[in-house]
């Protein structure tokens, strides 16, 4: 008798669906830890951003790009061969300088030993200290306890320089909402402070340059009209002579131009007068810190990502104790020779704890 033809089965599909079955069968042989350790992770995660998880406060502002009129004293100064010191001609700053400003130590430092005073989680509970005092650092010296708060701030702002828009977005993080809002705020409060300094002492420069140009330039004015008034006073009929007409028109030349020199440096000495005493804002607020604060980690999310490393972990621990019951199994010498080694280790461990 003749046995019926046996289709061939693929052995590549054959052993996939093997391989996938047992590494089920391997995972549920152990349900407690592929399945307990996942859950308990992800409540782990959930209830420690819940609970203590940071909030994170954001705030966008744009630089003030205008010109000053002063600007216009840098081509006329280097006519006379006298330079502006760099940043004289008026220009506001640009973005990337505002933010290796807010990343600065100076102004971290400034802000972390300011007193803060917030509500806490409690309905009645009032936080009130220091950046220092808030956030644990300590030192023995004050150096070591700025350099300490100054790195932790660090690490908890966030600073993006927008070159297209002329932007800058600042986001900072903290335990708590309202001390987000607050650190923010306090950190565009001494930004502007600083630019504000700077844009005064600025001014105070530029109008003692101004004011002495400008007397030089009414001296220069004075001994110019007095030549063209000396050369009146000698050639009332110059006009029928064409030597004395072209003398006249280079002397009323040269007037014009110390004239229009003199108004000028006038006009500029003005307004060196007002910028030094300005005392308005360099930056404009765009999204204010007070408006909302988010949390910095979402805690379903992240919840979620420890499930997912506790199943990645649970399942490599189950997986690599049934190959190594696999291996034990296959060698019954190696089995007691292990065995024997477990014994002796806690036989010397129970002798040394007595």
């Known amino acids: 008798m003749t046995k019926p033809p046996v289709e061939p089965t693929s052995p590549a599909v054959t052993d996939r669906e093997l391989s996938l079955t047992e590494l089920v069968a391997r995972l549920l042989r152990r349900p407690r830890l592929v399945f307990g350790l996942p859950i308990g992770l992800g409540l782990l995660g959930l209830l420690y951003f819940q609970y203590f998880g940071s909030y994170a406060a954001q705030s966008t502002f744009a630089p003030d790009q205008s010109l000053s009129n002063i600007s216009r004293l840098t081509a006329l100064a280097s006519q006379f061969g006298v330079n502006l010191p760099v940043g004289a001609s008026g220009q506001g700053q640009s973005v990337d300088f505002y933010k290796q400003l807010l990343q600065s130590p100076a102004l971290l430092s400034a802000v972390a030993f300011q007193t803060y005073r917030f509500p806490g989680k409690g309905a009645t509970d009032t936080i009130t200290g220091t950046l220092l005092d808030l956030y644990g650092v300590t030192g023995e010296t004050r150096d070591e306890r ?32 309202e001390l987000a809002k607050m650190i923010n705020r306090r950190m565009l409060d001494f930004l502007n402070d600083f630019n504000l300094r700077a844009r005064q ?56 131009l110390h004239q229009q020199v003199y108004v000028t440096l006038a ?74 080694a477990r014994r002796g280790t806690l036989g010397r461990l129970i002798r040394g704890g007595h």
């Open 267 to 340: 006009q500029a000495y003005e307004q060196a007068r007002i910028e030094e005493v300005r005392n308005t804002p360099v930056i404009t607020v765009i999204n204010d810190p007070e408006l909302y604060a988010t949390r910095a980690r979402s805690p379903v999310m992240m919840g979620f990502l420890a499930f997912i490393v506790g199943l990645m972990l649970a399942s490599g621990i189950t997986l690599g104790l049934d190959y190594i019951a696999q291996e034990l199994n296959r060698d019954s010498a190696g089995y007691r020779r292990l065995e024997n």
């Open 201 to 256: 002492t600025k001014a105070s420069t530029e109008r003692e340059f101004v004011e002495r140009r400008l007397a030089q330039a009414q001296l220069e004015l004075h001994a110019a009209e007095d030549s063209m008034q000396q050369f009146l006073q000698l050639n009332r009929t110059y006009q029928s002579s064409p030597r004395l007409t072209f003398e006249a028109a280079r002397l009323q030349r040269r007037v014009d």
């Open 146 to 177: 700025t350099a300490g708060i100054v790195k932790v701030l660090q690490g908890r702002i966030s600073v993006v320089a927008g070159v297209r828009a002329n932007t800058v977005s600042l986001s900072v993080k903290a335990p708590y909402p």
